[in-house]
Nanobody
């Protein structure tokens, strides 16, 4: 019933930009806490950015100032704008949602998208 579908991943040059989208179906987006995570090969799934309200957003230190999370409740869509990309940003990016307030831990989220690959060659 509840589904999250990411899109927008791809290959981008160092210093370039990329925008990811996550469409949430089955529930009204405004009732969800949402976040983006990423996972590189051989590494754990790490928090990237969270959006719990228009004035309550959080970012990992590694992306602060470069990435921006936003949402359009009317479209049930969450976005992640990524700028100044580096090879260290290469990972599979996942959209996550929770019906309760959730933080920076993957275990706090109930629903996940399938992931979208972002590659920044060195």
């Amino acid at each position: 019933q509840v589904q999250l579908v990411e899109s927008g991943g791809g290959l981008v040059e160092v210093g370039g930009s990329l925008s990811l989208s996550c469409v949430v179906s089955g529930r009204t987006l405004s009732t969800y806490r949402t976040a983006w995570f990423r996972q590189a090969p051989g590494k754990e799934r790490d928090f990237v950015a969270g959006s719990w309200s228009p004035i309550d957003t959080f970012y990992a230190d590694s992306v602060k100032g470069r990435f921006t999370i936003s949402r359009d409740n009317a479209k049930n869509t969450v976005y992640l704008q990524m700028n100044s990309l580096t090879p260290e940003d290469t990972a599979v990016y996942y959209c996550a949602a929770s019906e309760r307030r959730s933080g920076r831990k993957a275990s706090e989220y109930d629903y996940w998208g399938q992931g979208t690959q972002v590659t920044v060659p060195s």
